[in-house]
């Protein structure tokens, strides 16, 4: 046999014995040492684990509405589930079944919303309706909080399953329009976690591979390696089966299993017979391997995987809850403590103060970015050079004319206007400055944008960093963010002051002691007889290239040959000396920024936090300091509690891993 039958354990050829009252002595051994187990699993479940992130091991049964799947669970539970019309499963049904054949009578208790509720097998089904209408509300919706039903009696197999709603496309009256992606989204978290067992109940009946159940178990198990297939009604579509459970069409890896469920009146102990019966005399059903049929046999193999999906997990699940344990107590001791009086509140807070500082030091002043490493805007320095060369690029592409056109006209037309009386080979001051106040009126809006821009980012650095270190005391963040805010305004309006004190300066004055002003100079000038040679031998090219200027064309000048000489040395001097005004207009800049910006982080920060809160007129916000934050004392309280959890967690699972150290390993 193919498919299916080559992941499932082989027994020998011979009627399936029902169910019986006390197990067989191997069975008896097998549960008595997974027992321990599945109860510590079971304790996991029931302290809630798995909102900590933490997946159990689990059996998830699902299937098509109307595929037998409670049916299933009755026959291994020995018990009445509710029946009828529609969804009967509202909400996931964790259903515990314990071996207990020292019991008089069956012990079976719903657990749910915190309390326990007895009940019996006559009225289970009610107690199930009932809690059901209380959790989900009355009527036919869902809800995805789980309900616990325990059931401790004789015979049953020792496994715990969760019982999902049946899958509906179509809503019938009194349930939602979205009822199919309720159910899926359910599901779905339930069978995603690779811890989880799917037990997909499909009915003879139909063809497996337009089953949702099968199409969803696909979606997060494609190989089929954690799904076992469970076929019901063999009785009544028993043509193909077969072929149908051999050829495995659907990727089924743990195997199928092919049941009859109780019909009518039958007990279940009845049942078992007849099912026994059916599979042994059945001319097509009793030609399925023996080792594959019956609902004990799928009692069997549900206990032995389980058993191996527990043993498989729970080391993991150990380093988890530990680790998730270590996470949550460190996270706790980082957060601040209670402050019960005004000089804990100042302590507290000089020492975010200080830890504020240092980082400031080290992304503004430093340049160190271990504290950022995936942050490029916190970057800083890095950040702020290159907002200097973006500064100095667009003070040199404002500042550039087109040489090839209008060469030395504007020079020509303020010497004509600078012209006075006296020697006729001295260039006149006047005209100098002249053109150098029209450059740097041309130039003049971009140092206040650049001073906007930078100080915008060193305040949302600042901000930053204050946020961060203040964050376990949210009372203090607004005067914090409100005093850095005032202090950076200050700060640019300094700085924007004295960038514009120095356009000015440069407007005013024209000096260098820069030698590379007459270097720059004489390199040009030594260009001039060149020049001069284009100017008056019309018969030559008047495009000409001239180094630091670039291409210029001369046939405009050739007709104004008088000042010639003098508007060529005016412009070589004001190209010389311009590349002296930017230079200096950017390094300014650059100095007076790292000299703010230390003063900003050692001294000017503290000073205005400091006067914000606890100055004469300040905010009161040490003060309030004392009344812890309601989103910190959430926090505190839902670290406090995961803690309580995870520490009954280790516990726990201490106590199996003991026990697995005395009697060996589980894995059979």
């Known amino acids: 046999m193919g498919g299916g039958r080559a992941l499932v354990c082989s027994e020998p050829e011979s009627e399936p014995e029902p169910l019986s009252a006390h197990a067989p002595p191997l069975a008896a051994s097998y549960n008595d040492r997974i027992r321990p187990l599945l109860d510590a699993i079971d304790r996991l479940r029931n302290l809630q684990v798995m909102k900590e992130g933490i997946q159990l091991p689990t059996i998830v049964v699902v299937g098509d509405q109307s595929s037998g799947k409670s049916s299933v669970l009755e026959s291994l539970a020995g018990i009445n589930l509710p029946r009828g019309q529609g969804i009967c499963t509202r909400v996931p049904l964790i259903m515990r079944l314990q071996d207990n054949p020292d019991t008089d009578r069956p012990e079976l208790y719903l657990e749910f919303h915190g309390k326990v509720v007895p009940t019996d097998e006559d ?14 509300g009355p009527g036919k919706g869902i809800l995805n909080a789980p309900l616990t039903l325990v059931v401790k009696k ?10 999902l709603p049946g899958i509906t496309r179509v809503p019938v009256h009194g349930q939602p329009e979205n009822i199919y992606e309720q159910i899926s989204e359910m599901i779905m978290e339930y069978i995603r976690p690779e811890e989880s067992i799917i037990l997909n109940v499909l009915s003879a009946t139909v063809d497996f591979s337009t089953c949702e159940s099968i199409r969803m178990s696909q979606m997060v198990d494609k190989t089929g390696r954690r799904t076992l297939a469970v076929v019901t009604k063999a009785d009544k579509a028993p043509e193909g089966l077969l072929e149908k459970v051999t050829a495995d069409d659907v990727n089924i890896g743990l195997g199928y299993v092919c ?4 019909i009518g009146d039958e007990s279940y102990e009845e049942a078992r017979l007849e099912e026994a019966k059916l599979f042994h005399t059945h001319p097509l059903l009793c ?16 206990t032995q995987i389980q058993a191996t999906i527990m043993a498989k997990c729970l080391p993991e699940i150990v380093k988890k809850i530990n680790d998730k344990l270590n996470a949550n107590v460190a996270e706790l001791k980082r957060m601040p403590k209670n402050l019960s009086s005004v000089a804990e509140a100042m302590t507290a807070f000089m020492q975010i103060l200080g830890s ?16 950022y490493p995936e942050e490029k805007n916190m970057h800083c320095t890095a950040r702020l050079v290159e907002m200097l060369h973006q500064y100095s690029d667009e003070l040199q592409n404002c500042a550039e004319n087109d040489p090839r056109t209008n060469f030395l006209l504007e020079e020509l037309e303020v010497l004509e206007e600078a012209k006075g009386i006296g020697l006729p080979n001295f260039l006149p001051r006047t005209a100098f400055l002249t053109i150098l106040q029209g450059k740097v009126k041309g130039i003049s809006s971009k140092p206040p944008s650049f001073v906007a821009r930078v100080w915008d980012y060193i305040e949302g650095v600042v901000i930053r960093v204050l946020m961060q270190h203040s964050e376990n005391y949210p009372q203090l963040q607004s005067s914090t963010r409100r005093a850095a805010s005032n202090l950076i305004n200050k700060m640019k309006e300094k700085a924007m002051d004295r960038m514009m004190e120095s356009v000015e300066m440069e407007k005013l004055a024209d000096y260098t002691c820069n030698p590379e002003y007459l270097l720059e100079w004489n390199k040009l000038m030594s ?22 200027i670039g291409e210029v064309d001369v046939a405009d000048l050739r007709y104004h040959k008088q000042q010639i000489q003098e508007a060529f040395d005016l412009k070589m001097r004001i190209t010389a000396y311009w590349k002296i005004v930017l230079r200096r207009l950017v390094d300014s800049m650059a100095l007076h920024l790292l000299f703010s910006v230390q003063n900003l982080v050692n001294n000017d920060m503290e000073t205005e936090i400091v006067g914000e809160l606890i100055g004469p007129n300040g905010s009161g916000g040490i003060e309030r300091m004392l009344e812890e934050a309601p989103s910190v004392a959430a926090k505190r309280d839902k670290l406090n509690r995961s ?26």
């Open 123 to 136: 009225h289970v089904s009610e107690a199930i309706n009932a809690a059901t209408d209380e959790m989900a």
């Open 154 to 163: 004789d015979g049953v197999p020792d496994l715990t399953m969760v019982d």
């Open 259 to 262: 049941v009859r469920n109780r």
């Open 287 to 302: 030609k399925i391997d023996k080792s594959i049929v019956s609902v004990p046999v799928l009692a069997q193999k549900l």
């Open 356 to 371: 504020a500082k240092e980082s400031l030091r080290k992304v503004l002043v430093r340049g160190e970015f271990d504290e």
């Open 527 to 548: 260009q001039q007889n060149t020049f001069m040679d284009a100017i008056e031998h019309v018969s030559k090219p008047s495009n000409i290239v001239l180094q630091g």
């Open 643 to 668: 803690i309580k959890l995870l520490r009954e967690s280790v516990a726990v699972v201490a106590k199996i891993m003991d026990r697995i150290a005395t009697d060996g390993d589980y894995d059979d």
